[in-house]
């Protein structure tokens, strides 16, 4: 089997290991007998004598519920759940909100009006689990006052196509909404725990989902910082533009800066765990891996140059990266960072060292695409001759997903309702001998 064929086999395996259902199991112990539940050590008491409301957002969620339903489901009441795909749960009392990801639109809208209200309509002595994964921050949105959708919609679409990090999008996402940065439970009187999948590097409770119920300390002037520094604030909406001057100037209340104490937040997993899993099922194949400290965070071009620089100081061995890579979109062709990525790679492939590299998202889906990411090895040069494809014009078109499907290197998982970030993993065989 060729190494290509490993990376992808192990890719998708662990893919379906971590059901974000088993990652609650393994972090959780739901007592019944006590009616508690304990997560990291600390114990958690339900109410004897109501019954506890589920809530969630996310690309996980449904996946997240499945756990709750199969260890709690008699205690539940009612829930909201909010993702992007179809209903899975056949649930009484469920009410299931599919929405809309990476770009926020009405129905984001109602899912936020929707969990805002029945979040409020609970008493001090009701209790709620909130199931939170990446993909919130534009499922459940619900913009300022003095802000419209399209407005809202043209912004997110500006940082999306702006190579712009997941930090500093929520960081602008928070400040335009009523919804973010702890302001879900500005008026929430109940107690409850937010279990939390991360889809940022850092694990940084105010970023994974714009904070829906934490807290912010990010401000108006850090919005606006990082709309100039990706050049982006003299082309986002005049009246976005004016709302954040405004915000800077102290005329709009900021972001809530203390989180609520009746709800506590628990890390269930991240991207470590998936990059970890993908070592181990590695070396059941009997390849030895190697987690790099190193993330995959910056331009795409700057990564790639990176990790040519890193391929020079090794002679052979198998090394995986986590976090994701960022691209300046400037064509409408199909394709994702992943894909862009290995593309990018493709076309400065060293061709004295015989290695193949895999890039993938952990939701399966990559960009605009249907597919997760891309696996490459030299053989992919050869097959790029024989097929006549320029690489640089379909990395200009941003056309990553058409080239891949001609070349026949992509991963192809669907969907994973699940989002732990990237995955990047090289392995290098041996330098090529001249002939």
Known sequence: MQITEILKDSFIEVLKDIEPSKLINNKCIFNKDTNEIIIDNQIISLPRDKKIHLFGSGKAVLSMAKSIYENLEEKIQ???????YDNSLDKKDLNYLKSTHPIPSSK???????????IESLNE??????????????????????ITMNEFQETTDLMLKGSMPIVAMNCIRKHLSQVKGGRLVTNCKAKGVVLVLSDVLSNDLEAIGSA????????FEDSIKYLKEYELFDKIPKKVKTYLID???????DTPKKKNENIKHFLIASNEILLNDIKNNLLSKNIIAEIMDKKIEEDVNIVVKELLDFIKTKQEGCFIFGGEA????????KGGRNQHLILSFLDKFPKDIELAILSAASDGIDGNSNSAGAVINNKTLEDVKVLDLDIKKYLEDFN???????TGNLINTGPSHNNMLDVLIIHIKNKIKEK
């Not at 960022?326 to 062709?333: D, E, I, R, S, Y």
């Open 78 to 84: 009612k829930s909201v759940l909010v993702g992007p």
């Open 326 to 333: 960022l691209v300046k979109v400037t064509a409408n062709g």
């Open 212 to 219: 829906p119920l934490y807290f912010d300390s990010s401000t």
């Open 125 to 146: 002595d009701d209790f709620f689990i909130y199931l939170l994964s990446g993909g919130n921050s534009a499922l459940v949105e619900l913009p300022v006052a003095n």
């Open 247 to 253: 915000g800077k100037n102290k005329k709009i209340e």
């Open 400 to 406: 990553s997903n058409e080239f891949f499907e001609k």
């Open 108 to 118: 984001s809208e109602n899912s936020a009006r929707t969990l805002k209200e029945n």
